[in-house]
């Protein structure tokens, strides 16, 4: 089962003599990403797959607009609350135990989304969906943590990108998949047909996922996969009080606290972008509801290349502070280019612009993380990929909300212009991060001892 093996020196405390154990890569590890990947994919699926056919859902059930924007911020609703005993529990419990609560919860509401295809049972569907939407708060602070407890430093970055990727095809599925299996008819009957297909297939999908993680989870390898890992280990305690403390230390941290906020921006801006994407796109093409599908989609297969590139990027050069920079001023380019270009009456530009914004926008999510881990080590990975989530699931409802309002006063360009002008405050805070790497400083300090 080994991968590679090497001697790991972990240094007491207290002056302690240090300690020689060994580290190992295990195989195993790439299955744990795997089945990591599935179990992020099947939940994210879920999130905007109503928003995406907003005017199918609104006509099938008879209710607002508002009212299916819901169906995508109960996901950031919900993580807020959630986020901290979540965490806790993951230091606590491990791997393991998170990611089997949130690949049975993602199961539990994809079934409850079964018994809603009827028009009078829209509440069976905001049930369904908050159930999977609690789930994820066990998922999405999951790929950092678990690139560092599996995988080694010069993969860690890579490990780390591929875990967003889970989520970031579920995101993709959720754009293709709906308006390909719900058609937008005057048949209410064939409309409920497709909506049964799509639940269907979700549940089934999920609770194949579920079992398979029950079975084949670990939540750690017997021996650690790296220095850093080897140290971390041997600190950590599971003592309520000390996380406490941990995220005390993490809110005192001045790079960090600066990445919360250009990061909540960045990601809160792609949450109103993919919420209200319907109902931007048919009005410049009022007949193209599959293509909006294929535009989110665009946008969400270009981000998955540019996290993948981004991670190969940051394990090769180790310059996370350059490399975070330098996405997020492309993210603000393309916004700007995909504003101006939703009214140039050709579809294909739009596509276009979608997948330069798409690439830098999503290919910033593990730059992120990695950024995170960085500024904070030796703290939890999972403790401060809770905590930017939070941030960004905060950010994610306002600028939806404050994005519908002006787009309904004053359309959308001035809407989009809004995210603009945010995204220049977040480039100027990015800029701002020191490069503090703390967890590349211990790396190098044990290997010289060793």
């Not at 270009?341 to 690439?359: D, E, H, M, P, Q």
């Not at 359309?411 to 967890?439: C, E, H, Q, W, Y």
């Amino acid at each position: 089962m080994s991968g590679g093996t090497i001697d790991c020196v972990v240094t007491g405390n207290n002056n302690v003599q240090p300690i020689v154990t060994e580290c190992k890569l295990y195989r195993r590890r790439w299955l744990m990403l795997i089945l990591f990947v599935l179990c992020s994919m099947i939940n994210a699926v879920q999130w905007i797959q109503y928003s995406i056919i907003s005017n199918v859902i609104i006509k099938f059930y008879d209710v607002t607009n508002v009212e299916v924007d819901f169906t995508s911020i109960v996901y950031m609703v919900t993580y807020i609350p959630l986020i901290f005993p979540a965490s806790w529990i993951l230091e606590k419990k491990g791997l393991r135990v998170a990611m089997v609560a949130g690949s049975f919860g993602t199961m539990i509401g994809a079934w409850f989304k079964v018994a809603s295809s009827s028009p009078d049972r829209f509440y069976m569907t905001m049930i369904g969906q908050t159930i999977a939407a609690s789930s994820q708060v066990f998922i999405l602070n999951l790929p950092a943590r678990l690139a560092a407890v599996w995988f080694g430093p010069s993969e860690v970055s890579t490990a780390c990108s591929i875990g967003v990727f889970g989520n970031q095809f579920g995101i993709a599925l959720g754009f293709l998949l709906p308006p390909l299996l719900v058609h937008d008819s005057g048949d209410l009957y064939d409309i409920s047909s497709g909506l049964s297909k799509m639940y269907y297939s979700t549940a089934i999908i999920s609770t194949l996922v579920f079992l398979l993680i029950y079975f084949f989870v670990k939540s750690s390898p017997p021996l650690p996969p790296s220095l850093a890992q080897a140290n971390q280990r041997s600190t950590s305690n599971n003592d309520p009080k000390n996380f406490i403390k941990s995220l005390f230390r993490l809110m005192n941290n001045y790079g960090f606290l600066l990445l919360l906020v250009s990061y909540g921006i960045n990601v809160g801006s792609f949450y109103a972008i993919s919420t209200l994407l319907n109902q931007i796109i048919l009005v410049y093409f009022p007949d193209k509801t599959v293509d909006v599908g294929r535009i989110g989609l665009s946008i969400v297969i270009a981000g998955m290349v540019g996290s993948v590139v981004c991670g190969f990027v940051l394990d090769r050069t180790h310059l996370f502070k350059e490399t975070t920079l330098v996405v997020y001023a492309c993210s603000l380019v393309g916004m700007i280019v995909y504003t101006f270009t939703l009214s140039c009456g050709y579809i294909f530009v739009v596509y276009l612009s979608a997948i330069l914004l798409g690439f830098f926008m999503n290919g910033y999510l593990a730059v992120g993380y990695e950024l995170a881990a960085e500024l904070t080590y030796p703290e939890s990975e999972g403790t401060s990929s809770g905590m930017l989530n939070a941030v960004v699931q905060v950010f994610g409802i306002i600028f939806t909300l404050v994005y519908r309002l002006i787009l309904d006063a004053v359309g959308d360009k001035k809407a989009n212009l809004f995210l603009s002008g945010t995204l220049v405050i977040g480039t100027f805070l990015t800029a701002m991060i020191p490069s503090d790497l703390r967890r590349q400083a211990a790396q190098q300090k044990k290997s010289l001892v060793n």
